[in-house]
C-alpha cells in the first residue's frame, strides 16, 4: 500500500492558462475524490468517481473544470483559464466502497498558484 | 445540510499538558465521523474514525475522541502533548446517501509551547 499519490506537488501558472493535476488512488479503491483547500479553511468536496463514472460535482465544480477517471484508476483534474480565485491546494482521496461506512485517504495535495 | 463547527480556530498549549479540540456536527442521522491532521503544506492524515458502536474511539499517536449523540459533538483528547503535534486539526462528517463526500470544519490550529 503505497497511499495516495498527486503530481505535481506545487504548479506556479499565469492567469488564463490551463493546468491538469494527477492523482493516483490507492490501488485497490474504487472511490475517489477531489477537494479544494484555500487557506484557513477545511476542504470543500468538488466531485467523486466511483471506478470510471463521475457520480457527482459540487456547485464549486465551474465549467472551467472537468475531471476524469478513463480507466478507473488514475484521474485528472484540468482547470482551463485559470483565474486567481483558483490559487488552493487541491486534494485527492480515494475509499473502498464495500457496502459499509468508508473512509477517505488523502494524497500529499497540489498547491495551485496563479498569478 | 451537513455542517461541522470548530468553534476553536487557534490552541495553544505546553508541551505535556492535556488537550481537548471541539467539533460540533448538524447531521440528521448517525454520522460517520473522523479527525485528521494535516501538517504544514502537507495532505490530511486520519486520526481516528467513529461509525457505530463504543462512543469512546482510539486513534493513531495517543488520540481520542468520544461521540457525544445528545451534544452532537466529536471532541478530540490527548492526555500530553508533544511538541510533535502541533499542526492543523479537521473534523469531518461522512454521509453515505450523498456520495459519501465529507463535510469538514475550519480547523483548530494546535501550537505547543515547549
Known amino acids: 500500500d503505497t497511499g495516495v499519490s498527486q503530481d505535481p506537488r506545487h504548479k506556479i501558472t499565469k492567469r488564463g492558462q490551463n493546468v491538469t493535476f494527477r492523482c493516483d488512488p490507492i490501488?485497490?479503491?474504487?472511490?475517489l475524490y477531489w477537494y479544494r483547500q484555500t487557506l484557513g479553511q477545511g476542504p470543500e468536496f468538488l466531485t467523486y468517481?466511483?471506478?470510471?463514472?463521475?457520480?457527482?460535482k459540487s456547485r464549486l465544480l465551474s465549467d472551467r473544470f472537468s475531471a476524469e477517471r478513463p480507466k478507473g484508476s488514475f484521474s485528472t483534474l484540468e482547470i482551463q483559464r485559470t483565474e486567481q480565485g483558483d490559487s488552493a491546494m487541491y486534494l485527492c482521496?480515494?475509499?473502498?466502497?464495500?457496502?459499509?461506512?468508508?473512509?477517505?485517504?488523502f494524497g500529499p495535495g497540489t498547491r495551485l498558484l496563479v498569478l | 445540510a451537513q455542517s461541522v463547527t470548530q468553534p476553536d480556530i487557534h490552541i495553544t498549549v505546553s508541551e505535556g499538558a492535556s488537550l481537548e479540540l471541539r467539533c460540533n456536527y448538524s447531521y440528521g442521522a448517525t454520522p460517520y465521523l473522523f479527525w485528521y491532521v494535516q501538517s504544514p503544506g502537507q495532505g490530511l492524515q486520519l486520526l481516528l474514525k467513529y461509525f457505530s458502536g463504543d462512543t469512546l474511539v482510539q486513534g493513531i499517536k495517543g488520540f481520542e475522541a468520544e461521540f457525544k449523540r445528545s451534544q452532537s459533538s466529536f471532541n478530540l483528547r490527548k492526555p500530553s502533548v508533544h511538541w510533535s503535534d502541533a499542526a492543523e486539526y479537521f473534523c469531518?462528517?461522512?454521509?453515505?446517501?450523498?456520495?459519501?463526500?465529507?463535510?469538514f470544519g475550519t480547523g483548530t490550529s494546535l501550537t505547543v509551547i515547549p
Open positions: 469531518a462528517v461522512g454521509d453515505r446517501n450523498t456520495g459519501n463526500q465529507f463535510y
Open positions: 482521496a480515494s475509499s473502498l466502497d464495500g457496502g459499509g461506512p468508508e473512509t477517505q485517504y
Open positions: 490501488s485497490e479503491h474504487n472511490r
Open positions: 468517481f466511483q471506478n470510471e463514472a463521475q457520480l457527482e
